[in-house]
């Protein structure tokens, strides 16, 4: 079962995002947050695998308590907003979600989204995903060796799979490309986030499209 905590100030918006997910049969919802900082405390103490974080909440804004969830190894984050404003995707991205829904989202692609943000894995709505290929389009390419300090200490093949997470390919699709099996891309994966100072794959993905990768 895929362990969730919803963070959703709302009340009537938490109660259908728990109505959804609990229709899925391999997702359960271990805890509802009112706000930000409850959401944090929720995520210590229950230790979800995922938490669903809302954006604009009171005490303790989305944005910040993803970075502490992620940055204390709670759980992955996925947020789920109304906004598709560059100051939350940024925002979220640099904290470390390892996703960015809008809340108009099917819900079979929320429980989608569950899913594969409990792989491991990262995704982007496509309206964000969209306006974040127009910003890195906007800026000249550099090379490879742009910022030697930055990938030195990867391996050849851990810059394959960099390279591959730059085109937003999930761990599935990267097996096939490189020839290597599945868990194999995972650990490939975690090193080199580990290496790099990343929080989640998304951010590897940012980093390899401004490198030019």
Do not use: W
């Not at 229709?23 to 229950?46: C, M, T, Y």
């Amino acid at each position: 079962m895929i362990r969730v905590l919803v963070a959703e100030d709302q009340s009537a918006v938490r109660a259908g995002l728990v109505l959804i997910l609990r229709s899925a049969p391999d997702i359960e919802v271990v805890g509802e947050a009112a706000d930000g900082e409850q959401a944090v405390a929720l995520a210590r103490e229950l230790g979800p695998d995922v938490v669903l974080m809302d954006v604009q909440m009171p005490r303790l804004d989305g944005v910040s308590a993803t970075r502490r969830v992620v940055a204390e190894g709670l759980a992955d984050v996925l947020v789920l907003t109304t906004f598709d404003l560059d100051e939350y995707v940024f925002g979220a991205l640099r904290a470390g979600a390892a996703g960015f829904l809008l809340k108009n989202t099917e819900a079979k692609d929320l429980i989608a989204a569950v899913r594969t943000v409990a792989r491991g894995e990262g995704i982007v709505a496509p309206a964000v995903t969209r306006r974040l290929i127009a910003e890195f389009a906007a800026k000249p390419a550099r090379p490879v060796t742009a910022d030697p300090a930055v990938l030195g200490s990867l391996t050849r093949r851990e810059r394959e799979v960099l390279s591959c997470l730059g085109e937003g390919l999930s761990n599935a699709d990267i097996a096939v490309r490189l020839g290597m099996a599945e868990a194999t891309v995972k650990t490939h994966v975690s090193r080199l986030l580990g290496k790099l100072e990343l929080r989640s794959r998304v951010q590897a993905a940012v980093l390899a499209q401004e490198l030019g990768i």
